[in-house]
Each structure stands twice: as structure tokens, then as C-alpha cells.
T-cell receptor, first 110, second 115 residues
């Protein structure tokens, strides 16, 4: 089976840096995804990691450590529009079934 | 390119009523999914399909049925709605990926309330 855990809520200040952690336990490993979901909207893809290390995409970066079952999403130069839920997800052995963590609701304050 | 389209966006049912949610995608994706999202519980998989004519159970399938008669459509049915099925429902689709490296594309969601 698969289990994914992440903090429920976080608060940060505009312009700051925030790190959202995700720990996972999976029967196999086929990579780890991060999605962003604004209130009342659908999730949208942010990043994918399958190898250890940091993947950078503009203000957003995602890190993976397979040996520790750990990932984090790093958001730099926070903007008000970054207030959203951030979902950590992992596919199963066959890539057919995605398991999601509970999501971390990030509030960016002025 | 419309992507993934769900209908309806909102629906209110009485306990015991039935309904069908329609999901359509125009990206020629093989895989389609139905998730429900409840506060504090994240997205939970109800049923999924890896191709036309095939369906499989996810984590929380009880009380739901699905059909994938055409590749582009995935229907979710509730035969006898219960208040516990009050939730936001999301449809999603993706390319097949042996290795799991294909992202999901989501529809805009359906808010269902069962009274």
C-alpha cells in the first residue's frame, strides 16, 4: 500500500521563502508529483521528481530523497496568489493509480 | 482545446435519488479517473479506467458505478445517493505511463450535496 503525509496548514509572509514537506511510504516507487489547487478550483500540475535531488522551475523547486521517503516543495519570493493548497502525490507500481496526501493549505499574508 | 470537461458543476440530491456525472476529454488520453475530495482527507480515488471498455475500483468505490463506453467519456453513477456522498468530485485523465511519469489533467469539479 501507499501512504503520504504532509502538514495540514502553513502560513508565510509575502516575499518570504516557504518549504512544504511530504513524506511517503510506497510499495514501489514511480516518482513523486506536486500539484497546486486554488480554493474552488481543480488541481494543476507543478512538478515531478523521480531521481534524487532538486528540480527548479522559476520560483518553485521540488526536492526528492528516495532513501528517506521524503520530498519538499520550495516556494521563493512568495506572492499573494501563491495562497493555495499544495498536494503531494505518488503513482502506484503500474502508474495507473495516484495516491494523494491530504494537502497543505498555504496562506500568504501581506 | 477544452481539456477535461465535467458536467454538471453543482447538483443537489435527496437521499435515495440517482444521478450520473459526465466527464469528457479531448486529449486522446487512455487513462481516466474519478476522485472525491473532502475537507482534511485529500483526493481519494473512486474508480478508474485504463482504456475503453475497462474499469477498476479505487480506494472508495462503494455506492458508485462507472462506465467507459467511449475512450473520451467516463461516467460516474450514484444509484441511491446518501448524505455521506456529499463531496466535490473531480475527473482526471492522463496518458498511459509504465513508470508513472505522466501528470494528471483535472476537470473543474462537481459540488454534490445530498440532503
Amino acid at each position: 500500500g501507499q501512504n503520504i503525509d504532509q502538514p495540514t496548514e502553513m502560513t508565510a509572509t509575502e516575499g518570504a521563502i516557504v518549504q512544504i514537506n511530504c513524506t511517503y511510504q510506497t510499495s514501489g516507487f514511480n516518482g513523486l508529483f506536486w500539484y497546486q489547487q486554488h480554493a474552488g478550483e481543480a488541481p494543476t500540475f507543478l512538478s515531478y521528481n523521480v531521481l534524487d535531488g532538486l528540480e527548479e522551475k522559476g520560483r518553485f523547486s521540488s526536492f526528492l530523497s528516495r532513501s528517506k521517503g521524503y520530498s519538499y516543495l520550495l516556494l521563493k519570493e512568495l506572492q499573494m496568489k501563491d495562497s493555495a493548497s499544495y498536494l503531494c502525490a505518488a503513482p502506484d507500481n503500474y502508474g495507473q493509480n495516484f495516491v494523494f496526501g491530504p494537502g497543505t493549505r498555504l496562506s500568504v499574508l501581506p | 482545446n477544452a481539456g477535461v470537461t465535467q458536467t454538471p458543476k453543482f447538483r443537489v440530491l435527496k437521499t435515495g435519488q440517482s444521478m450520473t456525472l459526465l466527464c469528457a476529454q479531448d486529449m486522446n488520453h487512455e487513462y481516466m479517473y474519478w476522485y472525491r475530495q473532502d475537507p482534511g482527507m485529500g483526493l481519494r480515488l473512486i474508480h478508474y479506467s485504463v482504456g475503453e471498455g475497462t474499469t477498476a475500483k479505487g480506494e472508495v468505490p462503494d455506492g458508485y458505478n462507472v462506465s467507459r463506453l467511449k475512450k473520451q467519456n467516463f461516467l460516474l453513477g450514484l444509484e441511491s445517493a446518501a448524505p455521506s456522498q456529499t463531496s466535490v468530485y473531480f475527473c482526471a485523465s492522463s496518458y498511459p505511463a509504465y513508470g508513472g511519469n505522466e501528470k494528471l489533467f483535472f476537470g473543474s469539479g462537481t459540488q454534490l450535496s445530498v440532503l
